[in-house]
């Protein structure tokens, strides 16, 4: 591998401009057809009309132009929906009801469109080898060169992601992966827009709502049409293959500059095919950039925006520089900026006819270019080198680091669910998991020849042990309260110091004696052995599965062409009978695994199999693994490398089973002992898969986390809300690994769900990402002062602050700080907030809460702060609530009496309404609401939000505690019986309620039971 990357300088030659090789088509795609444009609108372009519009008046032209904006219905209301994401949703000062109805907007929109999209989609290509006659919807004719087939139904346009015109060399797969490389480059290009994580200027430009549809073997891309008119909307970029470069606005050039900025790409020479000229661009040439009808700067084609890896790798690939590319992730890690069309022929000018005539401008405008050349490849072959042997082989250590400090369940959702994400997170492409796996088959290796694993430490003296013991708890911070929480972070740092010192400060022989004492001490996992190799299984697993998934659409796409049928059941027996193949005991299936399967894993992933022998066989491999397979029903499972594979498979593919099929064959390895194991009834229907842009992904999980937090009182429901959460922001962190925001917002899910371990991880990841984010640092903060970190948690609290002061960091500090007895500091915090957000209702609310309840005052401060809050925000039945508490304490009957009755008449009618309440704070901390309602108290109603971001909302933990007697204060014996009767009450339905939803889902499954007999 590495010989490959013996770099030297190649010698200068005069003339490097070369013919095209044949059959490679100089230009990528073709032009477009005057009538439409492949994102845009119908264009009405006879000159006769052109001549007519212009002795029209302005007003007409006027009308004419809104009407067709207003035909792009779909982003019409998605740019307006993102419109307050881009501007507001950052602002300390922003109601928490104007946050939420943001988030629900943008995810109402989102989900109508996938709906749409997914029904259209699902018939287009259950119909494409159908005669026109015979189709529901009709293609278009709309010009360019691949993709086959164009459809426009409801504002959306739908092309196929198939080689017609052997661009290729008519695989399938490579159009596959072309489609998705589109998609990719559109989140991080978007990405940029919506959540900027430097200090540079953000880039303000438009881009399309848009999903990928796989169905059937088949992929198709559907993007709603954009208010563009073709070549006359074209400000920047090529929409001719080069034949034509535009960079002529001066606000589209500074546009685009500053997005190569933040992502890592170099301006460079493109080359005009039938001119002498070059024109710099900071994006790939074929990207369009176009000033739309509506004022908006739209981007478009982004399948080419990203650099390519070196050509000198996996050379049997067609078109290598077009499908190969690197991860915008490793552009940011990697830090020199390359040129996203190196390699290809729009940086090159074809050979001269006649050197002679050429004028000194264009033999010097040659030289630049060729030095661009030059420069530009050695650039991108030393990115790929340092990917390669430096990238991966830190990856294939650090992966398993991430597992040693997790539970259980933890380490088993992170292996099953985030396998991909943490790959990408670290810039590295899924075809590149062999190279992962080769590299920890070596270091399980060197561990095991060293000796000094865990289990088999070598002894060190006493006196040295325990003086590295102590050295490393006073370093970290270590005081073994609750290991599970604390460790993930302690093995990764002291993991980090033994890659720095190499003067023997940690030895490895001092690092596994420490490890010793913590399982035994802790019983926590700490082989590392189990850990490399439960994550070199998956590894395996996870590249079968992946083949695989690519045959099922292979097969699929044949049958299609061959039977023509609309219906599904034909397509479910190839299915079947492929997968009996797979996992059925029969001789062809061991002769299918170890020769056709082998080499298509060889040609699919580099150097994956290295380190398995020629003569074992991948099936018994598999078969012989034991992992544990996390299950919702139960729990965790011990099963081997088929089961796996099989549920895996099941996610990729989209099958849906019938009963608990899918959860036996993911459970019990003995039902694969037949040649058969599955039956075509089995097999419910092929259910097409989505792929979503991260923005809507991301504002679904937002919304479902909401909804998640407002219902904590339903705990189950709660909890599957929850998970479906997650589920949405693993959709988006696919998309966008390194997004600052998604991650932080994962890390909140995950510590809702008390999975500690593994929020602290995405913390720490979000931290990685945006280390100045204010948000991130205060989110952590908070989080680690629910752990009882105190230390760690007052350094990013104050961290936070001072990058940038908001109002919740400053009061979620200040409460920290009445937590730890630090009183006149918390009070100083609380003014410092209501004196810098005089708007934010929370602030003046939650310090006059401060005021009365934890320094006993009584006076008109307390009073003037709750009225000011009350201003503010006059919705809010918490403070009516503070109010009728305050003059409960100053004897004033009347004005208790009417602010107790305004709280009761606004508690009536928000109770219908979405309720999120903060999540608990320390013990020490909560003091701070003595006298308050559990619902109504101190930054906990709808507007009184501890933090300022309404996808960070943070869910209330039900937990009970007994306060102080002489701090409780006396309140009114006829409200408390009025209240405790009410409270009684809303018990005794929620019980009823309860037991009849139970009763419902026990009728229900035996229900199924009783069917299921039937059928079998």
């Not at 070598?458 to 911070?477: M, W």
């Not at 290295?610 to 729990?635: T, W, Y």
């Not at 937002?702 to 599957?720: D, E, G, I």
């Not at 229900?1007 to 059928?1015: A, D, R």
């Amino acid at each position: 591998m590495s010989s490959c990357y013996d770099l030297q300088e190649e010698e200068e030659e005069e003339e490097e401009e070369v013919e095209p090789e044949k059959g490679t088509p100089r230009v990528q795609c073709a032009k477009p057809s005057p009538d439409l444009n492949p994102y845009g609108l119908v264009e009405e372009s006879d000159e006769e009309e052109e001549e007519e519009e212009e002795e029209q008046e302005e007003v007409t032209t006027s009308h004419v132009t809104q009407t067709k904006v207003e035909r792009c219905h779909w982003n019409l209301k998605f740019q307006a929906a993102l419109e307050p994401v881009k501007r507001d949703i950052d602002k300390s000062d922003l109601p928490y009801q104007q946050r939420q109805q943001i988030w629900q907007d943008l995810a109402d929109i989102a989900m109508d469109f996938t709906y749409a999209a997914k029904t259209y989609g699902r018939i287009i290509i259950s119909e494409v080898y159908q005669t026109n006659e015979k189709r529901t919807l009709q293609p278009v004719s709309i010009g360019g060169l691949a993709g086959g087939e164009k459809f426009i139904i409801e504002s959306i346009l739908f092309k196929f992601a198939i080689d017609t015109e052997g661009i290729f060399g008519g695989d399938e797969l490579a159009s596959y992966k072309n489609a998705g490389q589109e998609l990719l480059c559109l989140n991080a290009y978007s990405n940029l827009t919506l959540y900027p994580t430097t200090d540079k200027p953000t880039p303000d430009f438009s881009f399309p709502l848009c999903a990928l549809i796989d169905y059937r073997g088949f992929r198709l891309i559907s993007m709603a049409l954009l208010p563009i008119e073709g070549g006359s909307s074209l400000i920047y970029g090529s929409a001719d293959g080069a034949d034509t470069v535009l960079n002529t606005d001066p606000e589209a050039s500074k546009i685009m500059l500053q997005t190569a900025d933040i992502l890592g790409l170099k301006e460079h020479y493109v080359c005009e095919h039938s001119r002498t000229n070059a024109v710099k661009l900071a994006a790939a040439a074929d990207i369009e950039l176009h000033k739309g009808l509506d004022n908006r700067y739209y981007l478009l084609d982004y399948s080419r925006g990203m650099p390519p890896q070196d050509t000198d790798l996996q050379k049997k690939v067609p078109m290598r520089h077009m499908l190969l590319k690197l991860r915008p992730e490793w552009l940011n890690i990697h830090g020199t900026p390359l040129n996203p069309d190196v390699f290809s022929y729009f940086i090159r000018f074809e050979a001269p006819r006649d050197k002679d005539n050429m004028s000194p401008e264009e033999i010097e405008l040659r030289k630049a270019v060729r030095a661009q050349c030059r420069a530009d490849e050695r650039d991108v072959k030393e990115a790929t080198k340092k990917l390669i042997l430096e990238q991966i082989p830190f990856v294939a250590k650090r992966l398993p680091q991430l597992t040693l400090g997790l539970s259980g369940l933890e380490s088993r959702m992170l292996l099953q669910d985030w396998m991909s994400v943490l790959i990408h997170f670290y810039g590295i492409n899924l075809r590149f998991m062999g190279l992962i796996r080769n590299e920890m088959e070596k270091e399980k290796e060197r561990l095991i020849e060293s000796g000094l694993t865990p289990k088999e430490a070598a002894p060190v003296e006493k006196s040295e042990a325990e003086r590295t013991k102590d050295e490393l708890r006073c370093q970290f911070n270590m005081e073994f309260k609750d290991p599970n929480l604390k460790l993930s972070a302690f093995i990764t740092s002291l993991f980090e110091q033994m890659d720095r010192d190499n003067d023997g400060t940690v030895t490895w022989e001092e690092f596994t004696t420490f490890l010793l004492e913590l399982q035994g001490k802790h019983k926590v996992d700490t082989n590392l052995i189990s850990h490399f190799d439960s994550w070199s299984n998956h590894l395996l697993i996870q590249m079968i599965a992946r083949v695989l998934k690519h045959e099922f659409n292979r097969k699929l796409r044949e049958h299609m062409r061959f039977l023509k049928h609309t219906g599904e059941r034909p397509y479910i027996a190839v299915v079947v009978a492929y997968l009996n193949l797979i996992f059925g005991e029969s001789p062809s299936s061991v002769e299918y695994w170890d020769k056709p399967l082998r080499k298509l894993l060889k040609k699919q992933f580099l150097d994956c199999l290295k380190s398995v022998p020629a003569d074992v066989s991948l099936k018994e491999m598999l078969q012989g693994m034991k992992l544990d397979l996390v299950d919702e029903n139960e729990g965790i499972v011990e099963v081997d490398g088929i089961c796996v594979l099989f549920d895996r498979l099941c996610t990729l593919c989209g099958f849906d089973w019938r009963g608990t099929t899918r959860q036996q064959f993911s459970t019990r390895p003995d039902l694969y002992k037949v040649s058969s194991p599955f039956d075509n009834n089995d097999m419910i229907s092929l259910d097409e898969c989505i792929k979503k842009t991260q923005i809507i992904a991301h504002s679904q999980g937002v919304v479902l986390r909401m909804k998640a937090v407002a219902t904590a009182s339903r705990p189950k429901y709660s909890r599957n809300l929850s998970r479906q959460s997650i589920a949405e922001f693993k959709q988006s962190l696919s998309a966008v690994p390194r997004n600052q925001r998604t991650l932080r917002n994962t890390a909140d899910v995950l510590s809702d769900m008390n999975l500690s371990g593994l929020a602290d991880l995405f913390y720490r990841m979000a931290e990685e990402c945006a280390p100045r984010d204010a948000v991130t640092l205060y989110k952590y903060g908070y989080f680690l002062a629910n752990q009882n970190r105190y230390e760690e948690a007052e350094k990013y609290y104050k961290k936070s602050i001072d990058i940038k002061p908001r109002g919740g960091s400053l009061i979620s500090f200040a409460k920290f700080l009445v937590s730890q007895q630090r009183n006149a500091e918390a009070g100083e915090a609380f003014k410092r907030a209501k004196d810098l957000f005089p708007k934010n209702a929370n602030a003046h609310r939650n310090y006059a809460q401060f005021l009365s309840v934890v320094m006993g005052e009584t006076g008109e401060e307390v009073e003037r702060a709750l009225k000011r809050a009350l201003e503010l925000d006059p919705k809010s039945p918490g403070i009516y609530n503070d109010l009728a508490e305050y003059y409960s304490k100053v004897n004033n009957k009347e004005q208790e009496v009417h602010f107790h009755e305004q709280y009761s008449l606004l508690k009536t009618k928000d109770s219908g309404r979405l309720y999120v309440s903060s999540r608990a704070e320390p013990i020490a901390f909560r003091r701070l609401k003595i006298g308050v309602r559990s619902d109504e108290t101190c930054g906990t109603d709808r507007s009184d939000k501890v933090d300022p971001e309404p996808e960070r909302l943070e869910t209330e933990k039900v937990e009970t505690e007994k306060v102080e007697p002489e701090k409780v204060e006396t309140k009114n014996v006829e409200t408390e019986k009025v209240e405790t009767v009410k409270v009684e009450t809303e018990a005794v339905e929620t019980e009823k309620a309860e037991k009849i939803e139970i009763e419902k889902v026990e009728t229900e499954k035996a229900e199924k039971i009783e069917i299921e007999k039937v059928e079998t």
